[in-house]
């Protein structure tokens, strides 16, 4: 497995590996992995000859009161886990080596109205930096497919929608959300939190589980439906930040639920933001 820090270093092994035309995949990380980082690995080494992960914590896709500095930061482990997942270069580059001036990353990717919907209308900014670090990591790593967990609905939403209306050409492979035995979707940010904050945070699958139940048995309103998510939520004391069943393409709201549907849910379990989903 071969590490790489250095931006042009990384792009001359890649046109190494174009040369001989070798499948590229990249599967960007915030590092501080776990089985659902790898179980994106594990797809992309299936689909291709060459694996990269790109371990990096973003520095221009977190607010001014978020967890950037506190963000779990564990390379060793990391490079350990990854190496025995069978990846061939990791890319783990400096924030002075992605951006010149971090007090002005220079241009920037904006996206489209679904950047404010929601988790963009609580975290202002944040797909802005998620779109531009994706594009660079993009551009730099010349990939012929890239992975990204569906425990990021919106973002994998919008980064494929960046690639068809700039034309690029990476096909941007979803894969499953991976969730814990007891149904926590697995999150870095899952560490912050203590084992009473943990059994809290179970409400967050549980509105999900029963408002797909609800739909099943024939409950279409998404008052209701959300409402039953709601307080199951409330009750188990998590500051619920939005419960939303969205068009799984447009990301806007009807009415009436239809089969397909995403739900989506961000909340606070103590002071930690947790976010879930899943599909009707
Ligand atoms: P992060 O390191 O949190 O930026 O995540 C890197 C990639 O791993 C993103 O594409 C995430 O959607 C994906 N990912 C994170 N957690 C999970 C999970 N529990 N299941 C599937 N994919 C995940």
Redesign the pocket.
């Known amino acids: 497995m071969k590490v790489f820090s250095e931006i042009k270093d990384l792009k001359q092994h890649i046109s190494e590996l174009k040369r001989s035309n070798k499948k590229v995949s990249l599967?960007?990380?915030?590092?501080?992995?776990?089985?659902?980082?790898i179980?994106?690995v594990d797809k992309a080494r299936q689909e291709s000859d060459v694996v990269i992960v790109s371990?990096f914590v973003n520095p221009i896709q977190f607010g001014p009161n978020e967890d950037f500095n506190k963000y779990p930061r564990t390379l060793e482990e990391d490079l350990e886990k990854i190496k025995k997942a069978g990846v061939d270069i990791v890319f783990t580059p400096s924030i002075e080596a992605m951006y010149n001036d971090i007090s002005n990353s220079g241009s920037k990717i904006l996206g489209s109205y679904k950047n404010k919907l929601l988790c963009g209308k609580f975290r202002p900014g944040h797909f802005d930096g998620v779109l531009t670090v994706v594009m660079k990591l993009f551009n730099i790593c010349e990939p012929d497919k890239a992975?990204?967990?569906?425990?990021?609905y919106q973002?994998?939403v919008l980064i494929k929608e960046m690639c068809d209306s700039l034309n690029l050409n990476i096909d941007v492979v979803a894969?499953?959300?991976?969730?814990d035995k007891d149904g926590l979707?697995?999150?870095?940010?899952n560490a912050y939190m203590s084992s009473e904050q943990r059994v809290m945070a179970l409400s967050l699958s549980k509105a999900l589980n029963s408002i797909k139940s609800a739909f099943e048995k024939g409950e279409k309103k998404v008052k209701h439906l959300k409402g039953l998510g709601l307080n199951i939520m409330i009750e188990s004391n998590v500051a619920v930040q939005y419960i939303e069943i969205v068009d799984p393409v447009s990301l806007l709201c009807a009415e009436e639920a239809k089969k397909g549907d995403l739900v989506a849910v961000a909340a606070y379990s103590g002071k930690t933001r947790l976010i879930d989903n899943n599909i009707l």
């Open positions: 599967v960007p990380t915030m590092g501080n992995l776990h089985s659902g980082h179980s994106l371990i992975f990204f967990g569906m425990k990021d973002q994998y894969c499953p959300l991976i969730r979707a697995l999150s870095s940010r």
